[in-house]
């Protein structure tokens, strides 16, 4: 499934219209947590389950989207991390129906 439209909607969450017009939302603050690159994988091993991030708000605001090849999205954050890759099926997972 790929997407027809990605937005970012009142600089809080995620949009994105699929091929199927199913739309789906997720809160940047969810975005960011469940980064799934490398760094982030790392740090959440490392803090465990049970730690609960907070953000600048220079980590939740998205500067740049781009496509990485035909199945994911990379995402720029403003404090620079730019180092996650969303596969669609990966994007889709995480966020929840739209409503
Ligand atoms: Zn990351």
């Given at each position: 499934m790929l997407p027809k439209k990605?937005?970012?909607?009142?600089?809080?969450?995620?949009?994105?219209?699929?091929?199927?017009?199913?739309?789906?939302?997720?809160k940047l603050s969810d975005l960011r947590r469940e980064c799934p690159c490398a760094i982030c994988n790392?740090?959440?091993?490392?803090?465990?389950?049970?730690y609960i991030p907070l953000y600048t708000l220079d980590q939740l605001t998205i500067v740049k989207i781009s496509k990485?090849?035909?199945y994911a999205l990379g995402i720029e954050?403003?404090?620079?991390?730019?180092?996650?890759?969303?596969?669609?099926?990966?994007?889709?997972?995480?966020?929840?129906?739209?409503?």
């Open positions: 990605i937005s970012v909607k009142d600089k809080n969450y995620l949009f994105v219209l699929w091929e199927d017009d199913s739309e789906t939302s997720i790392s740090e959440k091993s490392e803090r465990g389950n049970k990485v090849g035909k954050w403003m404090d620079g991390h730019n180092t996650g890759i969303y596969e669609f099926g990966y994007l889709r997972s995480i966020s929840d129906k739209g409503k």
